[in-house]
């Protein structure tokens, strides 16, 4: 059975179209993948990450605030001191409340736990502190607060950043799944792309042939009359 022209016509379209939309699909598909890592990073990882370094700079504030205390003569000062450590202890709960439900590696996890486990000394350190200096015994205070106080932030810090570092390890890990993904797709779009150019190009051969065969033929037929 032979071809007509025109069918050969629609069917090099058919396959150029084809082939586009392919690219397109491939392409949109991508993005939704590329997309998906990027929401990942900015809404999962990166906001745990700044919100583990809020609960640092609250640590090292309730730090300074217990030194402050017991530095301070002044009554009025003092409470406004302690209403300050109360409000980070309470904000830093709220906010590893809020990373414990981010969480999704073990690891993480595993981190977190730390991290609350390391809290408890900490508080509970400042906690006999602030009874000290209520108590006026400001001197007992000052060792109580070098000697278990200091430490205790150290661990809690240490936690901290240990937390912070794996977390941040998983930003850069996404980050290099929204590079890989945006290299796949452009390869796979451009690759489909060069094919519906070859097979354009290829088409476009054909029907010329074909077309230059009939008119010969024609030429042949209309010298023969």
Known sequence: MRLTLKVKLGAA????????????????????????????????????????????????DNGRANFEMILTDSPVQRNKIKARIARNVSAITAKVDQVETMLYDPEGRARLAAMKEARAPYVASFGEVSKLVEAGLKDEAARLASATMVPALGEFIGAIDSLVAFQSDLVEASGREAEAAYISARTLMLSLLALAIVVAAAMAVWIVLNISRAIASALGLANAL
């Open 13 to 60: 379209f058919a396959v150029v179209i084809l082939l586009a939309a392919g690219g397109m699909t491939a392409g949109i598909l991508n993005l939704g993948s590329l997309n998906g890592n990027v929401e990942k990073i900015v809404q999962k990882d990166w906001a745990k990450v700044r919100l583990i370094n809020e609960v640092l700079d609250m640590a090292n």
